[in-house]
C-alpha cells in the first residue's frame, strides 16, 4: 500500500490577490487608528490648555486671598501691640495707686 501524495493546486494570481485585499484592509484600519491617535492628541491639548487656565485663574484667587490674609494679620497684629501698650500703662498706673494707697494707709505720706 503506498500513498500517493497528494497535489495541491492553488491559483498564484488568487492568492496574491488575497493578500493584498488583507494589505489594503490593514492599511485602512491603520489610517483609522492614525486619524484616532491625532484626534485623541488634540483632545488632549486643549484638556490640558483647560486645566492649566482654571489653575492660573485659581491661582490668581488664592493669591489675592493670602493677600488679603496678610494684611488682616498685620492689623491684628498692630491692634496686639497697642493693646499691650496700653494694658502696661494701666497697670502701671494701678501699682502706682496701690502703692500711694498703702504708703498714705501705714503713714509714710502725710497731707
Known sequence: MTMDNPTIQTDLAEVLGQINRRLEKISETTIELKTEINELKTETRVGI??????IRS???KLSGQINTLDTKVEQLDKRISNSEFTNRGILIG???IVL???AKFFGLISN
Open 94 to 96: 494701678i501699682i502706682v
Open 58 to 60: 485659581i491661582d490668581e
Open 100 to 102: 500711694s494707697g498703702a
Open 49 to 54: 490648555a483647560e486645566v492649566k487656565g482654571e
